[in-house]
């Protein structure tokens, strides 16, 4: 009996035991499970905390990829207010910006197709070219290699020492038969002797530059020694030129035999007249018979290929040769190319007044023009 009592005993004491066991584990349930629940619920809002701004206080590092990542994300509307991106220096460039349109280079305008020639055997212009004489730029490969501007087969017809009497009226004739121009350097004092001629060298649409006053050599004295003296040929010689024309004139210049002085040059310059050398030289003025003067200039392209042609009108084997000259350039595929100034010269009014003190034959008296002074009335 006292076995069965023992033995009861022990089983309501494991009972007991149990049950505690029990009791304890469901009080503890709930706490757990709300520790549970909050870990579960921090995993789920870290991504959420993410999208915040981030402190500027945190690490550049740090700032750098979430400023990455917030870039990568779509927009989120949320109640945070709004805070200014930060910029920060990455290795990956920025796009480069689109330049406003109004600092855009403007494109440069076309080229003007050239005139037609109206002659059956006219050979007409190529092109014509515009000089920008701003600082005095020099041309002819002779003696200037930087703006060789011309291409191949073209050639620039220019002509020395006029206006001058029958010579140079031929030469225009032959230019206008075959539609094409040339550029005409002319001394002033010829052309003070002469300006009806060079009023008809510009009415035909040619170029007009200057060749001083009386075809000094300045790079010989007394030129050499005194530059005012060298400038004073200069401008008298753009001076009586412009006069003669009676309107405007190319800011160009050639010295006579090709002596270019640099103290000139630099001078030159400073007056924003361009000065020209020659890519050949026919060495006209050495002859006699038109067909050597053709030979000359011909056998010379074909060497050379295209060039600014030197030649005189002053000569009068050169106006009786340029005819059969422009017949055999239009044969040989030459093509002419006509210069033209950006801007006219502008004399000094210094160098007009001695232009003036030297015409010795003006009278007073002789003011009103021609036209009104002499009426034809029976013809």
């Not at 002797?193 to 009415?203: C, F, L, T």
């Not at 006579?256 to 050949?280: C, E, H, K, V, W």
Request: hydrophobic share 45%; with cysteine.
């Amino acid at each position: 009996m006292r076995v069965v009592v023992a033995v009861f005993a022990a089983l309501l004491t494991l009972g007991l035991a149990a049950f505690g066991v029990v009791a304890a584990q469901r009080a503890n349930a709930p706490a757990a499970a709300t520790a549970i629940s909050t870990q579960g619920m921090a995993t789920q809002q870290a991504p959420a905390q993410s999208t915040r701004p981030t402190p500027v206080r945190a690490p550049v590092a740090d700032l750098a990829q979430n400023q990455i990542a917030e870039v990568a994300k779509p927009t989120v509307a949320t109640d945070a207010p709004a805070v200014a991106p930060v910029i920060l220096a990455q290795n990956t460039p920025a796009p480069a910006a689109a330049a406003p349109q109004s600092a855009a280079a403007p494109a440069p305008a076309p080229a003007k197709s050239a005139p037609a020639c109206d002659k059956p055997d006219g050979m007409g212009l190529a092109r014509t070219v515009e000089i920008d004489t701003t600082g005095g730029p020099a041309f002819g490969t002779e003696h200037f290699k930087q703006y060789d501007f011309l291409r191949d087969k073209e050639v620039v017809l220019t002509f020395d020492d006029g206006p001058w009497p029958e010579n140079t009226p031929m030469v225009i004739k032959a230019l206008t038969d075959m539609c094409v121009k040339g550029t005409f350097f002319e001394i002033g004092e010829h052309a003070t002797w002469r300006p009806d001629i060079s009023k008809m060298v510009a009415a035909a649409g040619m170029t007009i530059g200057s060749h001083t006053w009386s075809h000094k050599d300045l790079a010989k004295n007394p030129y050499a020694k005194d530059i005012e003296k060298a400038k004073d040929e200069i401008e008298m010689g753009v001076s009586a030129v412009h006069m003669a024309v009676d309107g405007p004139i190319a800011p160009f210049f050639r010295f006579p035999d090709l002596q270019q002085p640099a103290d000139l040059m630099t001078y030159l310059g400073t007056r924003n007249i361009a000065i020209f050398s020659t890519d050949i030289d026919t060495f006209d003025f050495k002859m006699r018979k038109p067909e050597d003067v053709v030979k000359s200039a011909m056998t010379k392209l074909a060497k050379n290929g295209k060039g600014i042609l030197l030649m005189h009108d002053f000569q009068h084997a050169t106006a009786e040769a340029l005819p059969e000259l422009l017949r055999q350039l239009k044969a040989g595929g030459y093509k002419i190319v006509h210069m033209v100034p950006k801007q006219p010269v502008q004399t000094l009014s210094k160098y007009d007044d001695m232009v003036r003190a030297q015409d010795k034959f003006s009278n007073a008296n002789n003011t009103r023009p021609q036209t009104s002074v002499v009426k034809t009335i029976s013809e």
